[in-house]
């Protein structure tokens, strides 16, 4: 019997996502952005301290072959022949710290997630040496200085790490952002693995020079990082390197761009105020600025947005940074048990329909855009008797919200014209009531794309387009129309108004709450080994044990 023929569907590209939470793989076709397959694993983040998050750089490596591997086979079940596949795209969690060793190809530490809190005595050590009247820092990057960054990470590693410390003195070590170890790796690793990662990734080190896109003497002296371990800066759109491991070996890695970068492509915000907000493990709303750099007065980044060719110019990007969106609701499934899986928390926000004055700040990992505050901590208030998890799951859900409220505020001061809608994308999206819920708090409608996955779409598209790929063309003319879904608001705008002024009331309780000591060492004296905001959540932990106990539903 003759083997079936496999279908032919014109040039397909694939996209490694590597987020915070999970690592996927998928696969598109580049002349209709149709998805074909994908695959996800879940991720493990570990917290050895309070405060400090890291994750191991081998697994990660590891769910990205497993990923590959598996939507290969789904795609060979489908009869799709995956020698289409002519392209690969890298798009990454930002920021998180890996430093490994090039001749045995090991990391030298767990890598250090971009939500860490380690840093804080560093950063407040470093800010006084920065002159009041010339930040030379914020203007050269863009950014705070602050422990989101990756120049703070690494500067902790080369202090902290013994084994970090002999590889830069033996001109072994190796330093990147995820996608420079997932490229490096995936292209050779010690057998000429190449060391690069692209300049939107590079604008999230505190080491990048945002107008000469390259990296600055000045900073590296400023942190103490040795020029000689960081990685070679490419275009966002440019063939790195081949595949040389599994099914794909010999496919052009071709494609590099930080998530909320291949987000905005994804959504294809090309053009100069065009806005796109992704929530994911956190939350972050990017506007197009065009050739020109934007600085904010109220809070935002100024940012790489993408540069898609070596000689095609860049683009750059005002941005609104949320450390916890995603990572609240896992923070209830793990944390607190009050639900099984990720998706049960739009259920039981359903059948309570408000947080009844029920207010949940999730600062985790202090409060990013617009406050920059390391000390703040997670709350949770205005509880009652009445209070129950659907209350807290609703006030989770509105946290959220809030937050895209505030970055959207001072978007709008920034650009002078206020967004007319938003644009919106990423897991969480596929929750209606919080899509709604986001309408009624901003006021605008919210218009969510019938296919959500626009990070790995935009590391698609740049891979496919490169030069001596081009599948993918970027022409206004060839891009595909977007099915989407509109959120309307349901409430008045005093109502709204009112909500969000409580929020704030509730954001400022929340500051003020952690010291340097405690951030930098993980140490809170006798209650040390106490969970992350044991003592804001405590009393309403025991109200609803009580509740339990007593046979109260």
Not at 115 to 141: H, M
Not at 223 to 246: A, T
Not at 353 to 371: E, K, M, N, R
Not at 527 to 533: I, M, Y
């Amino acid at each position: 019997m003759a083997a079936t023929k496999k279908a032919v569907l014109g040039p397909l590209v694939g996209a490694v996502d590597q987020g915070t939470s999970s690592t996927r793989f998928l696969v598109f076709n580049s002349k209709t952005a149709e998805l074909l397959s994908h695959h996800q694993v879940e991720i493990k983040q570990e917290f050895p301290k309070e405060g400090w998050v890291e994750q191991d750089p081998k697994e990660i490596l590891l769910s990205v072959y497993e990923c590959i591997e598996k939507t290969c086979e789904k795609l060979g079940q489908l009869n799709i022949d995956i020698s289409s596949i002519k392209a690969i795209g890298v798009s990454n969690q930002r920021e998180t710290t890996v430093v490994w060793d090039k001749l045995t190809g090991e990391p030298l530490y767990n890598a250090v997630v971009w939500l860490d809190l380690r840093t804080q005595s560093t950063v407040e050590s470093l800010s006084k040496s920065i002159p009041v009247n010339n930040n030379f820092v914020k203007t050269k990057t863009g950014l705070p200085l602050s422990t989101y960054f990756s120049a703070v990470k690494l500067r902790w590693l080369l202090d902290n790490v013994r084994k970090v410390q002999k590889a830069v003195e033996e001109d072994r070590a190796l330093f990147g952002t995820i996608d420079s170890w997932l490229i490096w790796s995936l292209t050779g690793g010690v057998h000429g693995g190449v060391h690069c990662t692209d300049v939107t990734n590079a604008s999230r080190t505190m080491l990048f020079n945002i107008h000469s896109l390259e990296w600055d003497k000045e900073l590296c002296e400023f942190f103490e990082v040795p020029m000689s371990i960081l990685p070679n800066i490419r275009s966002s759109s440019e063939i790195y390197g081949l595949m040389k491991i599994g099914s794909l070996e010999g496919v052009p890695i071709s494609g590099c761009l930080g998530d909320q970068s291949a987000a905005l492509v994804g959504q294809l915000c090309f053009q100069d105020g065009q806005a796109k907000n992704t929530y994911g493990t956190g939350c972050f709303l990017l506007c197009n600025t065009g050739h020109k750099c934007v600085f904010s007065e109220h809070g935002l980044l100024t940012t790489v947005a993408y540069k898609l060719g070596r000689d095609k110019p860049v683009y750059y990007a005002l941005e609104g940074s949320v450390a916890i969106a995603g990572a609240v609701v896992r923070w209830l499934r793990d944390n607190l048990g009050i639900i099984k899986t990720s998706e049960e928390i739009e259920k039981l926000a359903k059948e309570v329909g408000t947080s009844y004055g029920c207010y949940f700040v999730p600062a985790f990992s202090g409060l990013y855009a617009p406050y920059w505050e390391p000390s703040a901590r997670g709350i949770i208030c205005g509880l009652t008797q009445f209070t129950n998890k659907c209350h807290i799951a609703f006030a989770a859900l509105e946290a959220v919200c809030f937050q895209t409220r505030e970055i959207l505020d001072a978007m709008n001061r920034d650009c002078g014209i206020p967004l007319s809608h938003l644009q919106v994308d990423g897991g969480m999206t596929n929750n209606k009531i919080l899509m709604q819920l986001q309408a009624d708090i901003l006021y605008i409608p919210v218009v969510k794309p019938s296919m959500p996955e626009t990070t790995a779409l935009g590391a698609a598209m740049a891979a496919g387009a490169a030069e001596g790929v081009g599948v993918w063309s970027l022409e206004p003319e060839d891009l595909s129309a977007v099915m989407m879904e509109r959120f309307e608001p349901q409430i008045n705008a005093k109502e709204s108004e009112i909500r969000y002024s409580t929020w704030k009331k509730a954001v400022m309780k929340s500051m003020d709450w952690a010291t340097t000591k405690s951030s930098e060492n993980g140490d809170t004296g006798i209650f040390s080994s106490l969970p992350l905001g044991f003592f804001v959540v405590s009393s309403m932990v025991m109200l609803i044990g009580a509740r339990y106990l007593s046979g109260v539903p």
